[in-house]
C-alpha cells in the first residue's frame, strides 16, 4: 500500500465545508484512496473511496487530482458531530487489509 | 443486521492470565480482521482471515492467536496477557456483496493488562 500524508490536525466552522487533504505521491495505478473516519471511542466508519475519478455520496465527496498524487475530502457542511479523525488510505481493492496512518483530526467548532 | 458485535465491552486482566475476545458479524461476509489501537495512534492489524478455516498474520501478530471454524465468528484469544497489550481492540469484517471491499468495524473491547 502506497504511504499517505495527512496534516495532524484541522479546524472547521459548523455549517462550513470542510475540506482534508491528503498527500499519496507513490500511489500506483491500481491502488483505491479511502477515506475512513474515527469518533472518539468508536470504530472507524467507512466515508468514501475512489480510484481516479471524483466521487460523491450521502456523507461527503472525494476530489482526486488528476496525477492521482493527491486527493482532497469535502465534507459541504460540517456539524459537530463531524469532529472525528479522518483517515486517508490507498489500498489495492479486494481483501487486502488496511494500514492506518495517525490521519488528521477535524474539530468542528461552533 | 446487528452488523459487527465484540463482547466483552471493557475487561482487566492480570498479567499472564489468558482470555478470548469474542468477534461475530451477521453479514455473511468472508473477510474478517483484528485491528488494536494504543493512545494516539491509528490501528494495527493483528491477524485477518479470508474465509472459514484460513488465517494469516498482521503487522503485530505476536502473543495472539485467533481461528476461524464458521463465517461469523472470529475469536481473538490472548495466551498470557502482558501490560503491553493494554490496547483497543476493534473487529473488522468485509465482503464483496456489500460493495467493493467496505469494512464495518465492531465498537470495540478495552482491554486493561495490570
Known amino acids: 500500500d502506497a504511504k499517505t500524508t495527512q496534516p495532524p490536525s484541522m479546524d472547521c466552522a459548523e455549517g462550513r465545508a470542510a475540506n482534508l487533504p491528503c498527500n499519496h505521491s507513490t500511489i500506483s495505478g491500481n491502488e483505491y484512496v479511502y477515506w475512513y473516519r474515527q469518533i472518539h471511542s468508536q470504530g472507524p466508519q467507512y466515508i468514501i473511496h475512489g480510484l481516479k475519478n471524483n466521487e460523491t455520496n450521502e456523507m461527503a465527496s472525494l476530489i482526486i487530482t488528476e496525477d492521482r498524487k493527491s486527493s482532497t475530502l469535502i465534507l459541504p457542511h460540517a456539524t459537530l458531530r463531524d469532529t472525528a479523525v479522518y483517515y486517508c488510505i490507498s489500498r489495492i481493492s479486494g481483501y487486502s487489509t488496511l494500514t492506518f496512518g495517525k490521519g488528521t483530526m477535524l474539530l468542528v467548532s461552533p | 443486521n446487528a452488523g459487527v458485535t465484540q463482547t466483552p465491552k471493557f475487561q482487566v486482566l492480570k498479567t499472564g492470565q489468558s482470555m478470548t475476545l469474542q468477534c461475530a458479524q451477521d453479514m455473511n461476509h468472508e473477510y474478517m480482521s483484528w485491528y488494536r489501537q494504543d493512545p494516539g495512534m491509528g490501528l494495527r492489524l493483528i491477524h485477518y482471515s479470508v474465509g472459514a478455516g484460513i488465517t494469516d498474520q498482521g503487522e503485530v501478530p505476536n502473543g495472539y492467536n485467533v481461528s476461524r471454524s464458521t463465517t461469523e465468528d472470529f475469536p481473538l484469544r490472548l495466551l498470557s496477557a502482558a501490560p503491553s497489550q493494554t490496547s483497543v481492540y476493534f473487529c473488522?469484517?468485509?465482503?464483496?456483496?456489500?460493495?467493493?471491499?467496505?469494512?464495518?468495524f465492531g465498537p470495540g473491547t478495552r482491554l486493561t493488562v495490570l
Open positions: 473488522a469484517s468485509t465482503g464483496l456483496a456489500g460493495g467493493p471491499d467496505t469494512q464495518y
